[in-house]
Structure formats: structure tokens, C-alpha cells
């Protein structure tokens, strides 16, 4: 005998039986229908948006429920001290709406119950000012025998984290790249590093992004899914040795590359692969010390040789030349270490991957290069990696020190004692936060704040060579207003810049280079999307349907080029896909947001409407 789950569901069961000594063998499958006599099925989204009119409707179901049987039901949402009763028959549905609730988490109970039977469930909705976020963090370090003030948001909670001087200047760094927007290979992998260094490093316990790597994998890793792998990446993602890619994957990419008969690998090239090699595990040190002597004097290939060689074991030689890159190459200006060039992208991307030395060989200079690479481009996509791989390679050697601290907060002055590499957070409101008052008694502190920011200003300036606007249709005709089980069709046209794609002799239009876009469509809480995740357009019965290359929560992200061409009878410069009504109610819907994968400043919106669900 074994103990059901409590849950509503059909179990698939299957039973294998062996006898050894005959070598016999039998296997039998089965479903069990698991339920109860009487129970409550609320049917409700568990985010909406501040200025979100939903209605959650409410069931009762069971076994010993009839048709006859009147069900008595109660909504309560405690902090909003709201509740709502009623009497139905049942299998009739209970509307709640409910009322105005504040940013943040919300208890929402529901009881039910008929003669002896009863049942109560409490699930948590938590109003979200946005489901495009951007996380806006700041850190003030304080040191032993100083105080300072605090500042976050002005009109909801900020989270307010303490932790010792030493790992505690990179939290905020970590808590930025966790929350980084978009889905190219790099941004994705970037969250997902820096959660875990999250959890590894201040024992907190975020979940890891379960994302689709493999759609960025083709041998090597590629930029965006389904794309051609690029070796500069997948080199950098095996910088980072534990990887959501077997190892033994990435070295025979690398292999293959080496031995390729049809190109012979560049200098730059080479480095590339041997570092990649090494950071996959392979013994290629002998290798890279014979190679190192015979590569030409070149700024890049230097960066990737002492990163090979770092990574392969042989960190003396790795500092010798981070060493004459750092007193030859670098400048030094306003505090700042960068490694110029004519092109400023070019330069942050090679001034990022020395920050990646100085930190993982423990160098003094490793915090000025680094803070070149975050001021210069704060929200430049291009360096995210480097960004999640100094701060990887920089944890490991720092020391954790005893700190002790004091902060104000209602009346009081709460006393703290944080041991070596331990944190603690509060939730603080505006006024708590005006009154926080923070004293170091020993040690150096470093206070965090943390609050989550629409990503999409619909006041802000937007790049006027891109358009971008979306609209919903129900049997072929335009509405924002639904019924109850409506199939939705939700349109997405969209304009790029005007370019032939790399054609440089026709004169007669401006010359761009090709381009690719993420564009993101945020559905409106009380619809959900059901085309599925996957790549490129399908036609059917005439018509033609995108399949997004991701999809969470309400987002869907699609990938477009100005090189896309019609495809069948498919309209140019359109996206399409289906959703479906969930709950009634009248709901905000966000912008869709386009912006180019090489600049996220390149960046356009489509106006935010509303929608009406009729119950």
C-alpha cells in the first residue's frame, strides 16, 4: 500500500515484477482517479497588475456532491479586511471580485463548505507594479564607526539587505544580473549563474531558470536559439566549468574546430579553443605553454591566452601577462582602468574580460577595471557574461569578516551581529526606510536596497526607425472585449529600420547592418497563451500562427531580423499567436516591448490599453 499525493488529479501507476532464477518478467499499467467527497477549486491568476479589476470564480466539486446540495462559500482577504459569503447550487460558479489591493503579497482564503462536508484552501496573490520588470538596486558601503542613510522606493516596500564588507560589495551586482531582461543565450545564462551564486555564496534559495538551453546549443552555444554557434561564447560559458552542458559536448566542439581541415584556426582562434578546452576540462596545459610563445603581439589574443592559461593551472603565467596588458595597453583615468580602442564597444568587451583576470588572479586593480565595464554600459546586454564570471572569479578569493551594525526602525534600535559571510534582510516601507539610520560598530557593511520597476516607461523616448503595435481579434474581428471560453488571436505588427542586410553597393536606401529583435508581449492576467514555445512560423488552413521561442508566465518573447522574408502567403512584419480567456474582469494590457539584441537602447513599445472579460 502507498499514500496518495493530496491532490485532485488521475495517477498513471505502473507495477514491474521480476523473478530472477526463471529470468521471468511482467510489467502492468493503471490510472487511479484521486479525489475527495468535497472539495473547493478556486480558479484565479496568482499576480495582477496594480490598476487590475479581476474576478476569481469559485467551485465546489467532490464525490457526495449532487445536484440538490446548496454550497455555502467565503472569500476573506484578511490585510484588505475584505469578505465575501454566498449560497449557490451546486456546480455553480461563486464571482469574487476583489477589491483594491496594495503592491506585494496577498493571503486570499476560500471556504466551503455543504452539510458535514468542508474544505478551505489560501492562496497567495501578490500585485506585481509590472510582469516586465527591471530590478533597481543600489549598495552604500559603510564603514567601522560611520553611519548613513538609506533610500529605495517612495510608494511601495523596498528590501533592504545587510551583509559583511567583503563578499557584500558584489550582492548588488548579483541581485542586477539575476532580474536581467531578455533571452539571448548570454542573458539567460547570466540569470541562471548568478541565482546560483545567489544560493552558493549568501544561502539564499532562489530557484535556478530552467530555461530551454538546449535551443542555444549546435555543437557550440549560439546567441540566440536555433542560431550558428559562435566560439567567442561558448568559450566564455566555459569559463564558468559547471555549465547546464556536458562538458564532454563542448570539448569535441572545440575539438572539431581545432582539426579542421577546411580553416585553420586564427591566433585568436586558437587561444579561444584551448581556453575553452581547459574550462571544459581537458588537460591542455602543454599544449597552451608551447602555443603562448609564438602568438603574434595582439590585445585580444594576449586576453585569451592568460585566461587559457589561468584557467589550465598555470595562474603565474596567466598574471605575467595580465601584468604587461594592465602596464602597456590599459589607461588610467578618473579611477577608472579600461583597455581602449577606437570602437568604445570593443573596448568595454576586452576591458570586461581583463576584469575577469584581475578578479579570479586577485589583483589590486580588479575593482577599478570592473566598474569601468558597469558604468560605461550599466545596461549593455554585450557583457553580461563577464559581468556574472568576475563576480564568480572574484567571490572565491575574498575573506569574510564579523560585522556589527544597528539600524532604527519603529522607535526602536535593533542591534545586529552578522558572522562571516551571514546576511539578513527587512522589508521596509518609505517611512521606515526615511527613519532606518544605520551604524557600523565594527567591520565595514555594505546595505543593499532592492525594489522591482516597470521595464517599459510608456514616457519614455523610444527609437523612431521602429514601430511597433498589437491588437486582439475574436472570429476574425477586432474587440477588447471577451467572453467566457473566447479563442483569442493575438497580432503583433512591427517595423524595422529600412535595409537591404549587408548589401553595400545599392545606393538608393541608407546602409544597416542585419539585425536581430526581441519582441515581448506581456498578455493581459486574464488571458493565457496556448500556442506552444518553439521556432519559426507554421501555416494552416491558409492562415499563419509564430511560435514564440519562449514563453513564462504571461510573457511571450519572439525573435524577428530585417532579413526575415515572407513566408508562403504569410504577412511580412507580423507576428501571431493564440490565448485564451481564463478569468472575467477588466485587466491592463502591458506594452509589447521590441529591442535590438546589440543595443538595448534601440528600443520601441507599443501604446498599453485595456480589455473587458464579461463573466
Known amino acids: 500500500t502507498f499514500t496518495l499525493p493530496d491532490n485532485i488529479t488521475e495517477l498513471r501507476v505502473t507495477a514491474q515484477a521480476l523473478e530472477g532464477v526463471g529470468k521471468l518478467a511482467g510489467i502492468a499499467r493503471g490510472a487511479i482517479d484521486a479525489t475527495q467527497p468535497f472539495f473547493v477549486s478556486p480558479v484565479m491568476r496568482d499576480s495582477y497588475l496594480p490598476d487590475d479589476e479581476p474576478i476569481i470564480l469559485v467551485n465546489a466539486a467532490g464525490t457526495e456532491l449532487t445536484g440538490n446540495d446548496t454550497v455555502h462559500y467565503r472569500v476573506t482577504v484578511p490585510d484588505a479586511e475584505f469578505a465575501q459569503e454566498a449560497d449557490l447550487s451546486a456546480f455553480e460558479s461563486m464571482q469574487v471580485a476583489l477589491p483594491d489591493l496594495a503592491l506585494g503579497a496577498h493571503n486570499v482564503t476560500i471556504e466551503a463548505s455543504e452539510g458535514t462536508f468542508s474544505d478551505k484552501v489560501t492562496r497567495v496573490v501578490t ?3 509590472s510582469r516586465l520588470i527591471r530590478p533597481v538596486v543600489s549598495s552604500t558601503v559603510i ?3 560611520a553611519g548613513a542613510a538609506v533610500s529605495g522606493a517612495d510608494d511601495r516596500y523596498t528590501r533592504v539587505t545587510f551583509v559583511d ?14 532580474w536581467w531582461p531578455g533571452d539571448r543565450a548570454d542573458e539567460v545564462l547570466a540569470r541562471a549563474f548568478a541565482n546560483q551564486l545567489l544560493n552558493d555564496t549568501f544561502g539564499e534559495d532562489r ?10 546549443l549546435s555543437g557550440g552555444v549560439t546567441l540566440l536559439p536555433y542560431s550558428s554557434p559562435e566560439l567567442a561564447l561558448t568559450a566564455k560559458v566555459a569559463l564558468f566549468k559547471d555549465t547546464p552542458y556536458d562538458e564532454s559536448s563542448l570539448a569535441n566542439y572545440f575539438m572539431n574546430l581545432l582539426n579542421d581541415k577546411e580553416h585553420q584556426p586564427t591566433p585568436l582562434e586558437q587561444v579561444q579553443i584551448f581556453a575553452g578546452l581547459a574550462g571544459a576540462g581537458e588537460p591542455v596545459l602543454a599544449e597552451f605553454q608551447r602555443l603562448a610563445p609564438t602568438l603574434p603581439d595582439d590585445v585580444d589574443v594576449r586576453l585569451w591566452a592568460a585566461l587559457g592559461l589561468l584557467v589550465s593551472g598555470d595562474g603565474e603565467s596567466a598574471r605575467v601577462l595580465y601584468r604587461e596588458l594592465v602596464n602597456t595597453d590599459a589607461t588610467t583615468r578618473d579611477g577608472y582602468i579600461y583597455l581602449p580602442d577606437k570602437n568604445a564597444d570593443t573596448s568595454i568587451e576586452r576591458t570586461a574580460l581583463l576584469a575577469v583576470l584581475a578578479g579570479a588572479l586577485n589583483e589590486p586593480q580588479r575593482d577599478q577595471i570592473h566598474d569601468f565595464v558597469v558604468r560605461s554600459s550599466p545596461n549593455d546586454s554585450t557583457v553580461v ?3 556574472a564570471l568576475y563576480v564568480h572569479e572574484t567571490i572565491a578569493n575574498l575573506i569574510t569578516h564579523e560585522t556589527k551594525f544597528s539600524y532604527m526602525v519603529d522607535g ?7 558572522e562571516k559571510g551571514h546576511m539578513t534582510s527587512i522589508l521596509a516601507s518609505p517611512e ?8 557600523v560598530s565594527e567591520g565595514k557593511l555594505v546595505v543593499i536596497t532592492h525594489y522591482d520597476s516597470p521595464l517599459v516607461d510608456p514616457n519614455e523616448p523610444t527609437d523612431k526607425r521602429l514601430g511597433l503595435t498589437q491588437h486582439y481579434e475574436v472570429n476574425g474581428q477586432t474587440t477588447t472585449t471577451f467572453n467566457a471560453g473566447d479563442l483569442v488571436r493575438v497580432v503583433i505588427d512591427y517595423t524595422l529600420p529600412v535595409t537591404k542586410c549587408g548589401d553595400e553597393d545599392d545606393k538608393s536606401i541608407p546602409y544597416t547592418p542585419c539585425e536581430t529583435y526581441e519582441i515581448t508581449d506581456v498578455l493581459p492576467s486574464g488571458l493565457t497563451p496556448i500556442t506552444g514555445s518553439g521556432n519559426g512560423i507554421f501555416e494552416e488552413k491558409g492562415a499563419c500562427y509564430n511560435y514564440p521561442q519562449n514563453i513564462q508566465n504571461q510573457r511571450t518573447t519572439f525573435f524577428v531580423q530585417q532579413s526575415s522574408r515572407n513566408y508562403g502567403g504569410c504577412i511580412g512584419n507580423r507576428i501571431i499567436y493564440y490565448a485564451r480567456v481564463v478569468t472575467p474582469g477588466t485587466y491592463v494590457v502591458e506594452p509589447a516591448y521590441m529591442r535590438s539584441t546589440k543595443d538595448v537602447n534601440t528600443m520601441t513599445h507599443s501604446p498599453t490599453i485595456s480589455v473587458t472579460i464579461t463573466p
Open 127 to 129: 500585485i506585481v507594479p
Open 143 to 145: 564603514d567601522e564607526g
Open 165 to 178: 564588507g567583503g563578499v557584500g560589495q558584489y550582492y548588488g551586482e548579483l541581485q542586477n544580473l539575476s
Open 207 to 216: 530557484a535556478i531558470e530552467q530555461g530551454d538551453f538546449g535551443a542555444y
Open 385 to 387: 557574461l563577464e559581468r
Open 412 to 418: 526602536h534600535r535593533e542591534q545586529v551581529t552578522l
Open 432 to 439: 521606515t526606510l526615511d527613519a532606518l539610520d544605520v551604524q
